[in-house]
């Protein structure tokens, strides 16, 4: 399996890898292949249950198993793989990665009693120290970037890794059993970086990358980046391009040239003619002059981080903009014909009744024409974060099932939030939401590929759709939040508020019956695709 044997006496290390993969998992990936340049075996299964991962191990041997824990809410799930993996018998190393593992080392071990260590932050390097430690019998407990149980049960830290990496020093991530052929719209995920200069207050992406000793955004060299888009659209026949950079032009005008020199080289390369983009970034850099070359290239869709619409909220977030510039970003897109979906939080921990009626109105000039399904959840305070640690130094953070929660400080917010789950749940939340439907036409009416071109009347239909939903929401979140302003001690189950969910599940089925009737519409050889878009919704909290 590797591509270059190990000379001397050590053997190659076996390590599989286990992650969620809804699309391409490039954390794991880029560990493969890192490790395969090594000259050590690397097999990524993606997770669903204990089972597939335990017929690999039995097959493979593995010297380490590695699991990948981006997401915190999937702690129980691998706690139960890994009791299994090991009442079966397996004997190999194990350890976790990703964000959450690198921020709570302690309560990960804690967690699962079966896990021998986390690597923390990014992981190449440590990963493959680890392995060629343990390969050769070595002790491992002194490499850079590990937690593990002490002697009296604590975590242990070891020192962290520091120093500025290039990012060009990797190979590309191992994307060798990935059918694309298989997909209805071969979609890739693709990094050209990795950082943001930005310090929102809900995100950990600052403090996560600062773990490793590096600040800001890393970004690869371009020719390369053209490089291994090139190799993915013309040898493994990739149609569509998600840019997972956390912010695709983050970093000023520098950045800006870097975005247009990736762009003016695929377009050299007549890549334009049949690789389309997804990309994210801020509001405040989704301006025509920057995007324009980047249409020319390919760019179809953009995810925005808009989280607000009221500026007291936009300060507690650190966003440092005004709400004005997300709806100049809306015109800028609109202008240039993109598809966008956007992250936002209509509470956060210091929302007010006043902040969430402004977020409403917000909605409805950013929205309300149904160019975009609007989408709308609360502020999950995320470990690494400054809201997270605000919270904490206010005494008003409490932690369940390995969730840190918190209520708001007026409490009928409460009310309205608790209500607001419920009534929105099947729009929102639950797995095949209608809003992730609506997400996944807008990009499918929008695309346009050499061989499915866009349909005017198709988008035109699915903007309707969007919009008579988007409106009938807005009005039932602002009529909830007026009961809930004047009610004395409001509940979720009052009369009014049950009405109102009522009224609003009534019309989520009809916009259902009109999705279906849109994916009749569509064109062929596309739908099962765009449907990874609907994960895209509020990615960032
Ligand atoms: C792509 C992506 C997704 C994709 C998932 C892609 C997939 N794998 O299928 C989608 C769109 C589905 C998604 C959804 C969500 N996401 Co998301 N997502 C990302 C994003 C933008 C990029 C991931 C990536 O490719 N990173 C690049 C690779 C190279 O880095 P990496 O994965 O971190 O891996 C490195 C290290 O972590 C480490 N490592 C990782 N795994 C392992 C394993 C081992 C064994 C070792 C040794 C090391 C190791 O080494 C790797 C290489 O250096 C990240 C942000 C980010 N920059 O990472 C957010 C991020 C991971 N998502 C986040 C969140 C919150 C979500 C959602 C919960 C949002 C929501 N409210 O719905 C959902 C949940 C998904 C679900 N299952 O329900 C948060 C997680 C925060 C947290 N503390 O939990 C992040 C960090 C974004 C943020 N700004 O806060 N997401
Ligand atoms: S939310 Fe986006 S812009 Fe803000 S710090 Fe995180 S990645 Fe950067």
Redesign the pocket.
Known sequence: MSDRPMTGSRRAARVL?V??????????R??ASFLRKHGHEATIVAFGNAAPVIEAAARIDPDII????????MVPEFREAIAELRAAGTRAHV?????????EPGALLTAIPDLDSV?R????E??LELAETIVTGGDWHSIAGLAFRGDDGGAVLTASRQGTRTLDDYPWPDRDDIRYEEQEMPTA?I?GS?GCPWQCSF???IT?YEGNGTKGRRRRNPIDVVDEMEHLHRDRGVEVLLW?D?DFLGGGRDAVRWAHTVAAESIRRGLHHSLRWKI?CRSDEAKRASLEPLVEAGLTHVYLGVESGDADDLRDLNKRLLPDVHLRAGEALRDLGLSFDFGFMLLQPWSTVTSVRNNIHFLRAFAGDGYTGATF?RM?P???TAAEKRLRDEGRLFEHDLRADYLFLDPRLDTFYSWMLQTFACRNFDTGNTLGWLCSLTFESCIDLPHRPASRAFRKAVQAATAANNRTAFDILESGLDYVERAVEPSPGDDFLQMLKAIYHDHDSRTRADIEALKEMAPPASVAAARSTD???????
């Open positions: 890898l992650a969620f993969e809804d699309q391409d998992n490039l954390g794991v880029y560990l590695g699991f990948s824990l981006i997401f915190q809410y350890t976790v990665g990703g964000h959450y593992a690198s921020f690597v932050f990014e992981g190449e440590t990963l995920s990094l990795r995100c950990s992406i996560f997972q956390d994210s959840c999950l995320y470990v690494g994960k895209l919704v509020c990615a960032a909290v």
